[in-house]
């Protein structure tokens, strides 16, 4: 079966310190992948998607990238940090054709 | 952008009862989908319904949709308090990374 695993679950991070989150997709190949972040009490917001290894799309302007150096690995990344920055950010999967998500757990981060 | 908008923006009913949520949308898409979140959670999927379909039922939960009101609800029949969370329905397209567009959700509480 397939799981999909974020890390870490909660993270505090002083204004300007760099950022990087992981997400690993286990028990399937080639899945498109995405970044979402949710502000409190709101939907999500598309940040990130990726199609394939190298391949990653930007949705919106902002202060953080994203990588997919291998193929069920996500990574997203940031050099200096926002106080805007917080949220809750998940990590999600599809199969290629397909259009349900499964979703991670998500990692909180706050910016103080 | 946020497409789908839901409403109500709360909800909370009584153990037993009926809870419905509505969804507006404002392009054409290819399918609409629903997902539970539990407070701190990551999206469960739900239910998916096609564009060329007016109405689906899983379980305890009733979907429909029409698309010339460009509109969805969600019915969950005889509540549950684990029925708490917050109700968000996405809208997708088939196209390239089959991306969604999620709304701001209904956040459901079931009293016992």
């Known amino acids: 079966s397939q799981t999909i695993h974020q890390w870490p679950a909660t993270l505090v991070q002083p204004v300007g310190s760099p950022l990087s989150l992981e997400c690993t997709v286990e028990g399937t190949s080639n899945p498109n992948l995405y970044w979402y972040r949710q502000a409190a009490g709101r939907g999500l917001q598309l940040l990130f998607y990726?199609?394939?290894?190298?391949?990653i799309s930007s949705e919106v302007p902002q202060n953080l990238s994203a990588s997919r150096p291998q193929d069920r690995q996500f990574i997203l990344s940031s050099k200096k940090l926002l106080l805007s920055d917080s949220g809750f950010y998940l990590c999600?999967?599809?199969?290629?054709?397909?259009?349900?998500?499964?979703f991670g757990p998500g990692t909180r981060l706050t910016v103080l | 952008s946020q497409q789908g908008e839901e409403d109500p923006q709360a909800l909370s009913i009584q153990e037993g009862e009926n809870a419905t949520m509505n969804c507006s949308y404002k392009t054409s898409i290819n399918n609409l989908q629903w997902y539970r979140q539990n407070s701190g959670r990551g999206l469960v999927h739900l239910i998916l319904i096609r564009s060329n379909e007016r109405e689906k039922h899983s379980g305890r939960l009733r979907v429909t949709l029409d698309t010339s009101k460009k509109s969805s609800s969600l019915l969950i029949t005889a509540s549950r308090a684990a029925d708490t969370a917050s109700y968000f329905c996405?809208?997708?397209?088939?196209?390239?990374?089959?991306?969604?567009?999620f709304g701001q959700g209904t956040r459901l509480t079931i009293n016992p």
């Open positions: 996405a809208t997708g397209d088939i196209q390239g990374a089959q991306k969604l567009v």
């Open positions: 990726s199609v394939g290894i190298g391949q």
């Open positions: 999600a999967w599809s199969v290629y054709g397909d259009n349900e998500q499964f």
